[in-house]
């Protein structure tokens, strides 16, 4: 199905993540197709479709999400699909979310160390890695307008009611497997976030028309 090959494990992944698309509740699938119809306008417009995924911190969710859809936009083959992240304030790509991503089938690499390192994401051999690091949502990497803002966490979809240039906005939030670090549940649960967010965002590119 892929315009590109994935990874094996992530193959294996999104086969086994695409069996649990009838789980998904109907509200959540309303929200979804808020997702999905913005990929689909822009899309039949032949136009660049950018998503910026955004969060308090730019460390767990919003950065899993954006690495999730770069890669369902490839294996459902949907062109010019930019996906770009960020937060309310810039701290660091959490390492317990890059290790479940890693576990999830994701090659992940740090190419720079530091207080807030930069990664390199693969999903597929045959297309260029993604640059992840920790940035405000307005940083210069990302798109300064038409693009559209998904809101990963209720604390920055309620404390942040402008997103400038936004051409749309999504609140697809998600709970935070932050409370979960330094327990015996910690690995569990970032796995559990990882699932539930891909599943997610796949079933939102797989209702995507050819």
């Given at each position: 199905?892929?315009?590109?090959?994935?990874?094996?494990?992530?193959?294996?992944?999104?086969?086994?993540?695409?069996?649990?698309?009838?789980?998904?509740?109907?509200?959540?699938?309303?929200?979804?197709?808020?997702?999905?119809?913005?990929?689909?306008?822009?899309?039949?417009?032949?136009?660049?479709?950018?998503?910026?995924?955004?969060?308090?911190?730019?460390?767990?969710?919003?950065?899993?999400?954006?690495?999730?859809?770069?890669?369902?936009?490839?294996?459902?083959?949907?062109?010019?699909?930019?996906?770009?992240?960020?937060?309310?304030?810039?701290?660091?790509?959490?390492?317990?979310?890059?290790?479940?991503?890693?576990?999830?089938?994701?090659?992940?690499?740090?190419?720079?160390?530091?207080?807030?390192?930069?990664?390199?994401?693969?999903?597929?051999?045959?297309?260029?890695?993604?640059?992840?690091?920790?940035?405000?949502?307005?940083?210069?990497?990302?798109?300064?307008?038409?693009?559209?803002?998904?809101?990963?966490?209720?604390?920055?979809?309620?404390?942040?009611?402008?997103?400038?240039?936004?051409?749309?906005?999504?609140?697809?939030?998600?709970?935070?497997?932050?409370?979960?670090?330094?327990?015996?549940?910690?690995?569990?649960?970032?796995?559990?976030?990882?699932?539930?967010?891909?599943?997610?965002?796949?079933f939102a590119f797989s209702k995507v028309?050819?």
């Open positions: 199905m892929s315009s590109a090959p994935l990874l094996p494990k992530l193959e294996r992944k999104i086969a086994a993540l695409t069996q649990t698309f009838p789980k998904i509740s109907d509200d959540r699938k309303s929200i979804l197709a808020e997702l999905t119809e913005y990929v689909q306008n822009g899309k039949k417009k032949n136009e660049s479709i950018r998503l910026n995924f955004i969060c308090t911190h730019n460390s767990r969710r919003s950065h899993i999400s954006q690495i999730w859809a770069q890669a369902a936009a490839t294996f459902y083959g949907t062109p010019h699909v930019e996906c770009f992240s960020g937060g309310t304030e810039a701290t660091a790509f959490n390492p317990r979310a890059a290790a479940a991503m890693a576990s999830a089938g994701f090659d992940i690499s740090m190419v720079k160390a530091g207080a807030n390192p930069v990664y390199e994401v693969r999903f597929s051999d045959s297309v260029p890695p993604m640059t992840i690091f920790s940035k405000r949502f307005d940083d210069p990497f990302n798109p300064p307008k038409d693009f559209a803002a998904v809101m990963t966490c209720s604390h920055a979809d309620e404390n942040c009611p402008l997103i400038i240039g936004a051409a749309k906005r999504i609140a697809l939030t998600y709970d935070d497997p932050k409370e979960f670090d330094g327990t015996p549940f910690e690995s569990e649960k970032y796995a559990e976030r990882v699932d539930e967010i891909g599943a997610e965002i796949l028309k050819p």
